[in-house]
């Protein structure tokens, strides 16, 4: 439930044209709307890592993307790849970079890691979220964890 709301939630901004650069755990608010039937709805409650998304001639996907313009904090278990391993300011990254921090999360939800390196080893994630092998969420996670941007996807089938 958490990955489908969390995930609509930034396909949503990405069509408003706004950008998460890194999702932390503390920035997820859960409501609970019903305790009996146990529905719950997880929303983003922190702003400051939305970005409004930039027009690019590059090479990523339908141009937008968002500008890194100042330091971030490299400690948090959920950058993705292209933010953890870039030493320069101001650069660019994709939308789909929140896609990996919103699987990094849920993976983290599934079973808590304390170490940053490991998480960026795919043989690593897939032992780790093990427990949930061959369901939809599996499937989805990795298609998020994808190394290349380029061929990250959230899709949930």
């Given at each position: 439930?958490m990955?489908?709301?969390?995930?609509?939630?930034?396909?949503?901004?990405?069509?408003?044209?706004?950008?998460?650069?890194?999702?932390?755990?503390?920035?997820?608010?859960?409501?609970?709307?019903?305790?009996?039937?146990?529905?719950?709805?997880f929303?983003?409650?922190?702003?400051?890592?939305?970005?409004?998304?930039?027009?690019?001639?590059?090479?990523?996907?339908?141009?937008?993307?968002?500008?890194?313009?100042?330091?971030?904090?490299?400690?948090?278990?959920?950058?993705?790849?292209?933010?953890?391993?870039?030493?320069?300011?101001?650069?660019?990254?994709?939308?789909?970079?929140?896609?990996?921090?919103?699987?990094?999360?849920?993976?983290?939800?599934?079973?808590?890691?304390?170490?940053?390196?490991?998480?960026?080893?795919?043989?690593?994630?897939?032992?780790?979220?093990?427990?949930?092998?061959?369901?939809?969420?599996?499937?989805?996670?990795l298609?998020?964890?994808?190394?290349?941007?380029?061929?990250?996807?959230?899709?949930?089938?």
């Amino acid at each position: 439930l958490m990955f489908l709301q969390l995930g609509q939630q930034l396909k949503e901004l990405t069509r408003d044209k706004i950008g998460i650069l890194k999702i932390n755990i503390e920035d997820i608010i859960v409501v609970h709307m019903d305790k009996e039937q146990y529905k719950s709805k997880f929303i983003f409650k922190n702003s400051e890592y939305f970005h409004q998304l930039i027009d690019q001639d590059n090479d990523i996907t339908n141009n937008l993307a968002i500008e890194v313009y100042k330091p971030y904090d490299k400690k948090n278990l959920f950058l993705s790849p292209e933010l953890y391993h870039n030493n320069n300011i101001p650069f660019y990254i994709s939308t789909k970079s929140s896609y990996y921090s919103l699987s990094l999360l849920i993976c983290y939800c599934l079973q808590p890691y304390d170490d940053v390196t490991k998480i960026y080893n795919m043989d690593f994630i897939k032992t780790h979220i093990e427990s949930i092998k061959e369901t939809k969420l599996y499937w989805a996670i990795l298609r998020c964890l994808e190394e290349d941007p380029n061929n990250r996807y959230y899709l949930y089938i």
